[in-house]
């Protein structure tokens, strides 16, 4: 089992930078030390991934920066991508997994990925930050999975299960499975639902409930 990441690591993220050395320093990615994006991205512009004006629009400087491999093996093209305003637009990221798949880039030279292995990392003007991947059989029909946060939000399940799932994977063999677990939205249901069953058996040895007003207490008889 992954061990936990900590709430004051995840609430230090304030933007690209400080994300980065969250990935290097919490989840032991292979970045250098205190990395910033210049020193480990590079651009793909609107043109190279085919977007249209409307999605282009919604991005910071109307690019996408990915995330240089860290492995020679490595599975998974990573993305980071900053919106504009406030919101995550699901109908641009979807436009990016459509310019980064093989069948629809301008360039045969420019690599491709399979589209269950993009790993989409999403900032906005409001430091809100979410990590998407696409999840179906077909890049045309896949469904996005997510989960994120904001400066208000809780994010207890973020930290003990989302983000630890995201470690470097010691067997790089299982990198592809071990990420994807991440966006397991049934066990993250499970366990939620596990923590309201444990919490109502404990109150029930533990807590006196007040009767309603007028009705005897069934035990005296």
């Known amino acids: 089992m992954n061990k936990s990441v900590t709430e004051h690591a995840v609430r ?60 020679d093996k490595q599975p998974w093209g990573i993305f980071l991508v900053e919106f504009a305003d406030g919101r995550v637009y699901q109908t641009a990221l979807r ?7 093989p069948k ?3 360039d045969s030279n420019l690599p491709a990925w399979r589209h269950e292995n993009l790993l989409f990392i999403c900032s906005t003007k409001n430091q809100e930050f979410s990590f998407a991947h696409f999840r179906g059989e077909k890049p045309e029909r896949a469904k996005i999975v997510r989960f994120s946060w904001s400066p208000d939000e809780p994010i207890r399940t973020l930290c003990e299960f989302n983000l630890p799932a995201l470690r470097m994977p010691d067997d790089t063999s299982r990198w592809t499975e071990e990420w994807q677990k991440a966006f397991d939205v049934e066990k993250v249901t499970k366990q939620f639902y596990q923590e309201i069953a444990n919490w109502y058996f404990w109150a029930c040895e533990h807590v006196v409930f007040p009767m309603p007003k007028g009705e005897k207490n069934r035990d005296a008889y």
């Open 12 to 71: 230090s993220i304030r933007d690209r930078q400080t994300l980065l050395q969250f990935l290097e320093r919490d989840l032991g990615w292979q970045l250098p030390p205190d990395p910033t994006p210049d020193e480990v991205t590079f651009d793909w512009t609107a043109d190279e991934l085919r977007l249209s004006d409307p999605a282009r629009q919604k991005l910071a400087g109307g690019t996408v920066k990915q995330l240089r491999p860290m492995h």
């Open 95 to 101: 436009q990016i997994l459509r310019g980064l798949v």
């Open 104 to 106: 629809r880039r301008r």
